[in-house]
């Protein structure tokens, strides 16, 4: 652990680094007549011919997906429970009751 510094030791460790720091830093003044003596750029119309396109593009495309209609909802008879899967094993063949046939005799019988 290195021990504590005191203020003035900072102080002078700050400075020392505030003057390595100013040899690559250009004057204020230099670097405000740089922006002033560059010509000023004007927009780009082929810049703002796209972003005008792109815009309406985005609203033809949002106009179109708000029209489109949506699928009519299945009747209740087709609905099917999205986790029906889960109720279903492996072994449901298994342990499933039997097919049985419906009884011959209401049909057979002769009620006249």
Same mark, same amino acid.
């Given at each position: 652990?290195?021990?504590?510094?005191? !203020?003035? %030791?900072?102080?002078?460790?700050?400075? !020392?680094?505030?003057?390595? !720091?100013?040899?690559?830093? =250009?004057?204020?003044?230099?670097? %405000?007549?740089?922006?002033? $003596?560059?010509?000023?750029?004007?927009?780009?119309?082929?810049?703002?011919?796209?972003?005008?396109? @792109?815009?309406?593009?985005?609203?033809?495309?949002? @106009?179109?997906?708000?029209?489109? *209609?949506?699928?009519?909802?299945? /009747?209740? /008879?087709?609905?099917? *429970?999205? $986790?029906?899967?889960?109720?279903? *094993? =492996?072994? !449901?063949?298994?342990?499933?009751?039997?097919?049985? /046939?419906?009884?011959?005799?209401?049909? $057979?019988?002769?009620?006249?």
């Amino acid at each position: 652990m290195t021990p504590p510094l005191n !203020d003035a %030791e900072l102080g002078r460790l700050f400075a !020392d680094l505030r003057a390595a !720091d100013a040899q690559w830093v =250009p004057p204020f003044a230099a670097v %405000e007549a740089a922006l002033h $003596t560059g010509r000023r750029r004007r927009p780009r119309v082929a810049l703002w011919w796209a972003a005008a396109a @792109a815009v309406l593009l985005a609203a033809a495309g949002a @106009a179109f997906l708000a029209r489109r *209609s949506a699928p009519p909802p299945p /009747s209740l /008879s087709q609905w099917r *429970s999205p $986790t029906e899967f889960l109720l279903r *094993s =492996p072994g !449901d063949a298994l342990l499933g009751l039997p097919q049985v /046939s419906p009884a011959p005799w209401p049909a $057979t019988l002769n009620w006249q």
